[in-house]
Protein backbone atom coordinates (compact mmCIF):
# COMPACT_ATOMS: atom_id res chain seq x y z
CA UNK A 1 0.00 0.00 0.00
CA UNK A 2 1.21 3.50 -1.16
CA UNK A 3 2.14 6.31 1.84
CA UNK A 4 -0.79 8.17 -0.25
CA UNK A 5 -3.57 5.10 0.01
CA UNK A 6 -2.07 4.50 3.81
CA UNK A 7 -2.86 8.23 4.54
CA UNK A 8 -6.42 7.96 2.62
CA UNK A 9 -7.16 4.99 5.17
CA UNK A 10 -6.00 6.60 8.17
CA UNK A 11 -7.97 10.28 7.22
CA UNK A 12 -11.21 8.55 6.38
CA UNK A 13 -11.03 6.08 9.46
CA UNK A 14 -10.12 9.10 11.95
CA UNK A 15 -13.32 10.64 10.45
CA UNK A 16 -15.60 7.54 10.82
CA UNK A 17 -14.93 6.86 14.44
CA UNK A 18 -15.66 10.65 14.91
CA UNK A 19 -18.98 10.12 13.77
CA UNK A 20 -19.62 6.75 15.29
CA UNK A 21 -18.22 8.40 19.03
CA UNK A 22 -20.48 11.31 18.47
CA UNK A 23 -23.47 9.30 17.76
CA UNK A 24 -22.76 7.33 20.59
CA UNK A 25 -22.19 10.62 23.02
CA UNK A 26 -25.61 11.25 22.16
CA UNK A 27 -26.99 8.00 21.77
CA UNK A 28 -26.08 6.50 25.27
CA UNK A 29 -27.57 9.82 27.28
CA UNK A 30 -30.58 9.15 25.37
CA UNK A 31 -31.24 5.78 26.44
CA UNK A 32 -30.23 6.12 30.00
CA UNK A 33 -33.89 8.28 30.48
CA UNK A 34 -35.92 5.63 28.74
CA UNK A 35 -36.42 4.46 32.62
CA UNK A 36 -37.12 0.59 30.66
CA UNK A 37 -33.34 -0.55 29.61
CA UNK A 38 -31.58 -1.92 32.02
CA UNK A 39 -28.85 -3.34 29.66
CA UNK A 40 -27.16 -1.95 26.43
CA UNK A 41 -24.97 -3.79 24.40
CA UNK A 42 -22.24 -2.74 21.58
CA UNK A 43 -21.51 -4.87 19.03
CA UNK A 44 -18.40 -4.00 17.27
CA UNK A 45 -17.57 -7.46 14.64
CA UNK A 46 -14.42 -5.56 12.86
CA UNK A 47 -13.12 -3.93 15.72
CA UNK A 48 -9.05 -3.96 14.53
CA UNK A 49 -6.72 -3.28 17.30
CA UNK A 50 -8.30 -0.57 18.94
CA UNK A 51 -5.43 2.39 17.90
CA UNK A 52 -3.95 3.53 14.50
CA UNK A 53 -0.50 3.61 13.87
CA UNK A 54 -0.14 7.25 14.01
CA UNK A 55 -1.26 6.69 17.44
CA UNK A 56 -4.97 7.96 17.01
CA UNK A 57 -7.84 6.25 18.38
CA UNK A 58 -9.80 3.34 17.09
CA UNK A 59 -13.61 2.70 17.15
CA UNK A 60 -13.18 0.31 20.19
CA UNK A 61 -10.91 3.39 22.46
CA UNK A 62 -13.83 5.80 21.40
CA UNK A 63 -16.33 3.58 22.16
CA UNK A 64 -14.92 3.10 25.76
CA UNK A 65 -14.33 7.12 26.22
CA UNK A 66 -17.59 7.85 25.37
CA UNK A 67 -18.80 5.28 27.66
CA UNK A 68 -16.75 6.33 30.35
CA UNK A 69 -18.24 10.52 29.77
CA UNK A 70 -21.46 9.27 29.72
CA UNK A 71 -21.06 7.36 33.27
CA UNK A 72 -18.99 10.31 34.40
CA UNK A 73 -21.89 12.33 33.71
CA UNK A 74 -25.02 10.71 34.51
CA UNK A 75 -25.48 8.12 37.09
CA UNK A 76 -28.54 6.48 35.71
CA UNK A 77 -26.79 5.18 32.81
CA UNK A 78 -27.41 0.99 32.52
CA UNK A 79 -24.97 -1.20 32.41
CA UNK A 80 -22.83 -2.12 28.99
CA UNK A 81 -21.23 -4.50 27.43
CA UNK A 82 -19.44 -4.50 24.68
CA UNK A 83 -18.28 -7.16 22.04
CA UNK A 84 -15.15 -6.33 19.85
CA UNK A 85 -14.65 -8.81 17.17
CA UNK A 86 -11.45 -9.64 14.47
CA UNK A 87 -10.69 -12.26 12.34
CA UNK A 88 -7.18 -11.34 12.71
CA UNK A 89 -5.39 -13.62 15.41
CA UNK A 90 -2.07 -11.04 15.63
CA UNK A 91 -4.85 -7.92 15.65
CA UNK A 92 -7.06 -9.42 18.50
CA UNK A 93 -3.58 -9.66 20.46
CA UNK A 94 -2.71 -6.22 20.34
CA UNK A 95 -6.52 -4.85 20.97
CA UNK A 96 -6.15 -7.35 24.04
CA UNK A 97 -3.29 -5.66 25.32
CA UNK A 98 -4.92 -2.19 24.60
CA UNK A 99 -7.97 -2.94 26.59
CA UNK A 100 -6.25 -4.38 29.77
CA UNK A 101 -3.95 -1.14 29.44
CA UNK A 102 -7.55 0.65 29.84
CA UNK A 103 -9.47 1.93 32.52
CA UNK A 104 -13.37 0.45 31.98
CA UNK A 105 -15.88 2.24 33.62
CA UNK A 106 -17.30 -0.04 36.54
CA UNK A 107 -20.45 -0.76 34.57
CA UNK A 108 -19.06 -1.91 31.80
CA UNK A 109 -17.98 -5.50 30.84
CA UNK A 110 -16.01 -6.27 27.18
CA UNK A 111 -15.27 -9.40 26.22
CA UNK A 112 -13.55 -9.94 22.50
CA UNK A 113 -13.63 -12.67 19.75
CA UNK A 114 -11.17 -13.89 17.33
CA UNK A 115 -13.94 -15.38 15.07
CA UNK A 116 -14.89 -14.91 10.86
CA UNK A 117 -17.91 -12.26 11.12
CA UNK A 118 -20.09 -14.46 9.08
CA UNK A 119 -19.74 -17.28 12.01
CA UNK A 120 -20.81 -14.72 14.34
CA UNK A 121 -24.27 -13.00 12.47
CA UNK A 122 -26.35 -15.72 13.75
CA UNK A 123 -24.72 -15.92 17.16
CA UNK A 124 -25.33 -12.05 17.66
CA UNK A 125 -29.14 -12.09 16.22
CA UNK A 126 -30.03 -14.68 18.73
CA UNK A 127 -28.48 -12.88 21.32
CA UNK A 128 -30.62 -9.53 20.35
CA UNK A 129 -33.66 -11.66 19.68
CA UNK A 130 -33.68 -12.71 23.48
CA UNK A 131 -33.80 -9.35 24.52
CA UNK A 132 -35.89 -8.11 27.23
CA UNK A 133 -35.26 -4.51 28.68
CA UNK A 134 -31.96 -4.32 26.61
CA UNK A 135 -31.16 -2.26 23.20
CA UNK A 136 -28.25 -2.97 21.29
CA UNK A 137 -25.93 -1.06 18.62
CA UNK A 138 -24.06 -3.13 15.83
CA UNK A 139 -20.99 -1.28 13.91
CA UNK A 140 -19.86 -3.02 11.01
CA UNK A 141 -17.10 -1.68 9.43
CA UNK A 142 -15.65 -4.46 6.82
CA UNK A 143 -11.81 -3.74 5.30
CA UNK A 144 -14.07 -4.49 2.06
CA UNK A 145 -17.74 -5.17 1.46
CA UNK A 146 -17.32 -9.27 0.76
CA UNK A 147 -18.89 -9.87 4.29
CA UNK A 148 -21.73 -8.06 4.24
CA UNK A 149 -25.60 -8.59 3.00
CA UNK A 150 -28.89 -7.03 3.77
CA UNK A 151 -30.06 -10.38 4.93
CA UNK A 152 -28.20 -10.06 7.93
CA UNK A 153 -28.29 -6.63 8.75
CA UNK A 154 -32.36 -7.09 8.93
CA UNK A 155 -31.45 -9.96 11.45
CA UNK A 156 -29.81 -7.63 13.23
CA UNK A 157 -33.08 -5.41 13.28
CA UNK A 158 -35.08 -7.90 13.31
CA UNK A 159 -36.92 -7.52 16.78
CA UNK A 160 -36.73 -3.70 16.83
CA UNK A 161 -34.01 -3.47 19.81
CA UNK A 162 -30.82 -2.41 17.59
CA UNK A 163 -29.38 0.39 15.58
CA UNK A 164 -26.94 -0.87 12.69
CA UNK A 165 -24.33 1.36 11.39
CA UNK A 166 -22.54 0.02 8.34
CA UNK A 167 -19.34 1.48 6.62
CA UNK A 168 -18.81 0.80 3.21
CA UNK A 169 -15.56 1.62 0.47
CA UNK A 170 -17.73 3.39 -1.92
CA UNK A 171 -14.67 5.11 -3.75
CA UNK A 172 -13.86 0.63 -4.70
CA UNK A 173 -17.68 -0.98 -5.08
CA UNK A 174 -17.84 1.93 -7.53
CA UNK A 175 -15.43 0.98 -9.82
CA UNK A 176 -17.48 -2.07 -10.65
CA UNK A 177 -20.51 -0.68 -10.39
CA UNK A 178 -21.56 -0.15 -14.09
CA UNK A 179 -20.02 -2.96 -15.01
CA UNK A 180 -22.23 -4.89 -17.61
CA UNK A 181 -23.21 -8.66 -16.41
CA UNK A 182 -21.43 -10.56 -18.80
CA UNK A 183 -17.89 -9.06 -17.88
CA UNK A 184 -18.80 -9.80 -13.79
CA UNK A 185 -16.16 -12.04 -12.32
CA UNK A 186 -15.92 -14.60 -9.51
CA UNK A 187 -14.02 -11.60 -8.00
CA UNK A 188 -16.85 -9.07 -8.49
CA UNK A 189 -19.56 -11.54 -7.44
CA UNK A 190 -20.43 -10.24 -3.92
CA UNK A 191 -20.82 -6.91 -4.86
CA UNK A 192 -23.45 -7.79 -7.46
CA UNK A 193 -24.88 -10.01 -5.23
CA UNK A 194 -25.40 -7.26 -2.42
CA UNK A 195 -26.83 -4.27 -5.26
CA UNK A 196 -29.30 -7.33 -6.50
CA UNK A 197 -30.42 -7.51 -2.86
CA UNK A 198 -30.91 -3.58 -3.36
CA UNK A 199 -31.99 -3.18 -6.74
CA UNK A 200 -34.49 -6.49 -6.99
CA UNK A 201 -35.91 -5.21 -10.20
CA UNK A 202 -32.60 -4.45 -11.59
CA UNK A 203 -29.79 -2.56 -10.73
CA UNK A 204 -29.46 1.19 -12.70
CA UNK A 205 -26.75 2.95 -13.90
CA UNK A 206 -24.68 5.19 -11.68
CA UNK A 207 -23.35 8.78 -12.49
CA UNK A 208 -21.24 9.43 -10.17
CA UNK A 209 -20.21 8.20 -5.96
CA UNK A 210 -22.65 10.51 -4.84
CA UNK A 211 -25.32 9.29 -7.28
CA UNK A 212 -24.08 5.68 -6.18
CA UNK A 213 -24.72 6.10 -2.41
CA UNK A 214 -27.85 7.93 -2.90
CA UNK A 215 -29.26 5.01 -5.60
CA UNK A 216 -27.93 2.83 -3.10
CA UNK A 217 -29.61 4.38 0.12
CA UNK A 218 -32.99 4.75 -1.73
CA UNK A 219 -32.42 1.59 -2.77
CA UNK A 220 -32.71 0.46 0.57
CA UNK A 221 -35.69 2.68 1.87
CA UNK A 222 -37.43 0.44 -1.00
CA UNK A 223 -36.68 -3.09 0.25
CA UNK A 224 -36.53 -1.67 4.10
CA UNK A 225 -39.83 0.15 4.37
CA UNK A 226 -40.29 -0.77 8.14
CA UNK A 227 -36.59 1.01 8.57
CA UNK A 228 -35.05 4.24 8.59
CA UNK A 229 -32.17 4.20 6.70
CA UNK A 230 -29.44 7.27 6.30
CA UNK A 231 -26.08 8.00 5.03
CA UNK A 232 -23.46 10.15 5.73
CA UNK A 233 -20.17 10.23 3.14
CA UNK A 234 -16.66 10.90 3.78
CA UNK A 235 -14.93 12.76 1.20
CA UNK A 236 -11.30 11.90 1.35
CA UNK A 237 -9.93 14.45 -1.98
CA UNK A 238 -12.45 15.49 -4.83
CA UNK A 239 -14.84 12.54 -5.52
CA UNK A 240 -13.09 9.65 -4.00
CA UNK A 241 -15.77 9.00 -1.61
CA UNK A 242 -16.79 6.44 1.52
CA UNK A 243 -19.91 6.18 3.39
CA UNK A 244 -21.73 5.29 6.84
CA UNK A 245 -24.88 3.59 6.22
CA UNK A 246 -27.57 4.27 8.95
CA UNK A 247 -30.35 1.73 10.15
CA UNK A 248 -32.72 2.07 13.01
CA UNK A 249 -36.56 0.71 13.44
CA UNK A 250 -36.76 3.43 16.40
CA UNK A 251 -37.49 6.93 15.00
CA UNK A 252 -35.73 8.96 18.21
CA UNK A 253 -32.78 6.88 17.26
CA UNK A 254 -33.12 8.09 13.66
CA UNK A 255 -33.14 11.39 14.96
CA UNK A 256 -30.30 11.73 17.23
CA UNK A 257 -28.39 10.31 14.16
CA UNK A 258 -29.16 12.62 12.25
CA UNK A 259 -28.31 15.44 14.76
CA UNK A 260 -25.21 13.80 14.56
CA UNK A 261 -24.91 14.24 11.45
CA UNK A 262 -25.56 17.77 11.06
CA UNK A 263 -23.42 18.88 14.18
CA UNK A 264 -20.85 17.81 12.00
CA UNK A 265 -21.53 19.12 8.85
CA UNK A 266 -23.90 22.12 8.82
CA UNK A 267 -23.70 22.87 5.48
CA UNK A 268 -25.93 19.94 4.57
CA UNK A 269 -25.86 17.34 6.80
CA UNK A 270 -24.32 14.81 4.06
CA UNK A 271 -20.82 14.71 4.14
CA UNK A 272 -16.89 15.38 6.02
CA UNK A 273 -14.58 16.96 3.74
CA UNK A 274 -11.16 16.68 4.24
CA UNK A 275 -10.09 19.51 1.89
CA UNK A 276 -12.49 22.34 1.35
CA UNK A 277 -11.37 22.93 -2.59
CA UNK A 278 -14.73 23.20 -3.88
CA UNK A 279 -17.88 22.05 -2.83
CA UNK A 280 -19.61 18.49 -3.24
CA UNK A 281 -22.91 19.57 -3.93
CA UNK A 282 -24.70 22.03 -5.86
CA UNK A 283 -27.28 23.11 -2.81
CA UNK A 284 -30.55 21.16 -4.73
CA UNK A 285 -30.53 18.69 -2.20
CA UNK A 286 -31.36 21.48 0.15
CA UNK A 287 -33.24 23.53 -1.61
CA UNK A 288 -35.58 20.27 -2.45
CA UNK A 289 -36.55 19.92 1.01
CA UNK A 290 -39.68 22.61 0.47
CA UNK A 291 -40.80 21.53 -2.58
CA UNK A 292 -41.16 17.89 -1.59
CA UNK A 293 -42.62 19.17 1.94
CA UNK A 294 -45.02 21.10 -0.38
CA UNK A 295 -46.06 18.24 -2.33
CA UNK A 296 -46.49 16.39 0.33
CA UNK A 297 -48.72 18.32 2.66
CA UNK A 298 -50.56 19.23 -0.77
CA UNK A 299 -51.05 15.34 -1.12
CA UNK A 300 -53.75 15.09 1.71
CA UNK A 301 -54.14 16.02 4.98
CA UNK A 302 -50.93 16.05 7.32
CA UNK A 303 -50.88 16.28 10.84
CA UNK A 304 -47.90 17.62 13.11
CA UNK A 305 -47.54 13.62 13.68
CA UNK A 306 -47.25 13.44 10.14
CA UNK A 307 -44.74 16.01 9.07
CA UNK A 308 -42.59 14.72 11.94
CA UNK A 309 -41.94 11.51 10.29
CA UNK A 310 -41.48 12.40 7.00
CA UNK A 311 -38.76 15.60 7.35
CA UNK A 312 -36.81 12.82 9.41
CA UNK A 313 -37.10 10.10 6.58
CA UNK A 314 -36.44 12.61 3.81
CA UNK A 315 -33.19 13.00 6.43
CA UNK A 316 -34.25 16.61 7.92
CA UNK A 317 -34.44 17.56 11.46
CA UNK A 318 -37.57 18.95 12.69
CA UNK A 319 -36.29 22.47 13.35
CA UNK A 320 -35.61 22.39 9.06
CA UNK A 321 -39.41 22.11 8.69
CA UNK A 322 -39.92 24.55 11.21
CA UNK A 323 -38.11 26.99 9.05
CA UNK A 324 -39.97 25.70 5.93
CA UNK A 325 -43.31 26.39 7.39
CA UNK A 326 -42.76 29.51 9.62
CA UNK A 327 -41.50 31.25 5.82
CA UNK A 328 -44.84 29.90 4.55
CA UNK A 329 -46.89 31.02 7.28
CA UNK A 330 -45.19 34.61 6.98
CA UNK A 331 -45.42 34.60 3.53
CA UNK A 332 -49.52 33.44 4.13
CA UNK A 333 -49.48 30.31 2.47
CA UNK A 334 -49.77 27.94 5.39
CA UNK A 335 -52.92 28.20 6.82
CA UNK A 336 -52.46 25.91 10.58
CA UNK A 337 -55.47 24.19 11.88
CA UNK A 338 -56.29 22.69 15.00
CA UNK A 339 -57.82 19.32 15.19
CA UNK A 340 -61.46 20.53 15.30
CA UNK A 341 -60.78 23.14 12.28
CA UNK A 342 -60.19 26.13 14.68
CA UNK A 343 -57.18 28.25 13.72
CA UNK A 344 -53.67 27.05 15.33
CA UNK A 345 -51.44 29.30 17.50
CA UNK A 346 -48.92 31.12 15.47
CA UNK A 347 -45.74 29.72 14.61
CA UNK A 348 -46.15 26.57 16.86
CA UNK A 349 -46.11 23.33 14.70
CA UNK A 350 -45.43 20.99 17.42
CA UNK A 351 -43.16 18.82 15.42
CA UNK A 352 -41.26 16.77 17.51
CA UNK A 353 -40.85 13.17 18.96
CA UNK A 354 -42.47 14.30 22.37
CA UNK A 355 -45.89 15.50 20.15
CA UNK A 356 -45.28 12.76 17.74
CA UNK A 357 -45.41 10.03 20.81
CA UNK A 358 -48.41 11.85 22.75
CA UNK A 359 -50.44 14.25 20.07
CA UNK A 360 -49.50 13.15 16.49
CA UNK A 361 -52.89 14.76 15.10
CA UNK A 362 -52.79 18.45 17.12
CA UNK A 363 -52.64 20.26 14.24
CA UNK A 364 -52.62 20.22 9.99
CA UNK A 365 -51.82 21.96 7.44
CA UNK A 366 -53.20 23.70 4.75
CA UNK A 367 -50.84 24.75 1.92
CA UNK A 368 -52.17 26.91 -1.05
CA UNK A 369 -50.26 29.92 -2.40
CA UNK A 370 -53.52 31.31 -3.86
CA UNK A 371 -55.29 30.40 -0.22
CA UNK A 372 -55.30 34.55 1.59
Known sequence: MSNDTHKLMLDHSQAKVKLYGSYL??????????????????YDLFSGEGIYENGDKGSPLIAIDKISSCYASNNNMPKINITFNDINSEVIAKLKTTIDNTQLPTNCTVRIFNKNYLDLVSEISSEITAFKNEKAIVFLDPKGYKEISIADIKAFLAVGKSEVLVFLPIRDMYRFANMESENISAGHEPLYKFMDEIFPTGIPKFESQPDYIHKIKEGLKN???????DTFMLEREPGQFFALFFFTGHIYGFEKML?????????????????????????????????????????GRKYNGDVYYFS?????????????????????????????????????????????????????????????
Open 259 to 299: ETKWDIDKEQGRAFRYEQSGTMFSGTEVLDFPKKLEDYICS
Open 312 to 372: LHEGFLPRHANEVLRNWQEQDILNVLNADGSAGRKKAFYITYQEYKSEPRKIYFNYNPTLF
Open 25 to 42: AKYLPIISQDRHTTNIHL
Open 223 to 229: ILPEYFV
